[in-house]
C-alpha cells in the first residue's frame, strides 16, 4: 500500500443499505471535502438482498471518486470490511456502517482528534438510537467477548472510527480466518484515543443482528483471539478433582464411624450425570478449537470479489 498523504479513504460495507446510498454519498462528500482535498468512498456490496449493486454502480459512474467492490456472495459484514481495506489508498482510512447511525459529520473531528497524534481515534456512541434490547444485547456480547478474549472492549465502541494506514496494513497482515474489525483494531496495538460521537437514528430497515447471529459472532470470535475457555475447562476440572477428593475423604470418614447405613444409589446416578455433561461441554469446546483449525489450515480466501468499479489504479 503507497498511500497518498492527502487522500482519505472510507470504507462502507453495504448489507440492506441500498435505501441510504444516495444520503450516504452526499453525506461521505461534503463532510470529507471539509476535511481533505481528495478522499475516495469504497462501497462493498455484501450481497445485497436488497439488489444494491445497480445503485452503487450508478453512483460510480456519477463520481469516479466512488469505488464499487461486488462479493460473488454474503460473506459477512467484517469480511467485506477486509476486502474494502485491501484496496484503500489513502493514508487515513475511515470504516463505517451504510446505515447512517455512523454520522458521516463526525469524520472531520475524528480527523482532528488523530491529528493529536494518535494512529486509531475509535468513535464512542454516546446516547445510543437504538433500542432497550439491542442496547443490552450490545453490551452483554461486549462485556463476554472482552473477558474471554482478554481485551479491553467498550460496547459504545464498533466499526466506526479513524485510522492510519500503517494501522489497516497491520490489520490486513493478520491472516486469520475469522476476522472481527473491533477486535482486531485494538489487537495490533499503536496510539489509540476515544472520541464520543452523535449516534444517528436509523431511518429506515432494522438491525441484521440477531441474538442468534450475536451469539454466533462472539463464539467464533472468543476461539480465533483466545484460548481462555480451554484454560477454564482445566481449572474448572481441577476444582472438581479436589471437590471430589474432600468429599471421599468425608464420606470414608463416615465408613470407618459406621455412619452409612445406606448406600447412596441417586447420588451415584447424579455424580455420574453431572460429570457426563461437563465431558461432553469440555469436548465440545475443544472440538469447535479444532473445527476453526481446520478452517484456518485449508486457507480458503476470506472474500471473493465478483465485481469492481473505478479500481483501474488498483493493483
Not at 186 to 204: M, N, T
Request: net charge neutral; proline share 4%.
Amino acid at each position: 500500500m503507497n498511500p497518498h498523504s492527502n487522500r482519505l479513504s472510507i470504507v462502507v460495507p453495504v448489507y440492506m443499505g441500498r435505501v441510504f446510498l444516495r444520503d450516504l454519498y452526499e453525506r461521505v462528500k461534503t463532510s470529507a471535502e471539509s476535511a481533505f482535498p481528495d478522499f475516495e468512498l469504497i462501497l462493498v456490496n455484501d450481497a445485497s438482498p436488497d439488489n444494491a449493486w445497480p445503485d452503487i454502480a450508478a453512483l460510480c459512474k456519477e463520481d469516479p471518486r466512488i469505488k464499487g467492490i461486488n462479493l460473488s456472495r454474503n460473506f459477512g459484514q467484517h469480511y467485506a470490511i477486509t476486502a474494502g481495506l485491501t484496496y484503500v489508498t489513502g493514508e487515513w482510512v475511515v470504516v463505517m456502517d451504510c446505515d447512517l447511525q455512523d454520522v458521516p459529520e463526525e469524520i472531520p473531528n475524528l480527523y482532528q482528534k488523530a491529528r493529536e497524534g494518535y494512529d486509531s481515534v475509535f468513535a464512542q456512541r454516546h446516547d445510543r438510537q437504538d433500542g432497550i434490547l439491542k442496547r443490552l444485547q450490545s453490551r452483554s456480547f461486549y462485556k463476554i467477548l472482552g473477558y474471554l478474549t482478554d481485551t479491553k472492549l467498550d460496547h459504545s465502541v464498533a466499526n466506526f472510527g479513524i485510522y492510519h494506514h500503517k494501522v489497516i496494513q497491520s490489520i490486513l497482515f493478520m491472516e486469520d480466518n475469522i476476522r472481527y474489525f473491533p477486535t482486531m483494531s485494538q489487537w495490533v496495538g499503536f496510539r489509540k484515543a476515544y472520541l464520543p460521537v452523535s449516534h444517528g437514528e436509523r431511518k429506515a430497515g432494522a438491525s441484521s443482528y440477531s441474538l442468534i447471529k450475536l451469539l454466533r459472532l462472539a463464539t467464533d470470535n472468543i476461539i480465533a483471539f483466545s484460548d481462555k475457555p480451554l484454560k477454564i475447562f482445566t481449572y474448572t476440572g481441577f476444582a472438581m478433582s479436589a471437590i471430589a477428593l474432600l468429599i471421599a475423604i468425608f464420606y470414608y470418614s463416615l465408613y470407618l464411624t459406621d455412619k452409612i447405613k445406606v448406600q447412596g444409589y441417586a447420588s451415584l446416578i447424579l455424580s455420574v450425570w453431572f460429570i457426563g455433561g461437563i465431558l461432553m461441554f469440555s469436548l465440545g469446546i475443544i472440538g469447535i478449537y479444532i473445527g476453526k483449525i481446520f478452517d484456518q489450515v485449508k486457507g480458503r480466501p476470506t472474500f471473493i470479489i465478483s465485481d469492481k468499479i473505478n479500481m483501474d489504479g488498483h493493483a
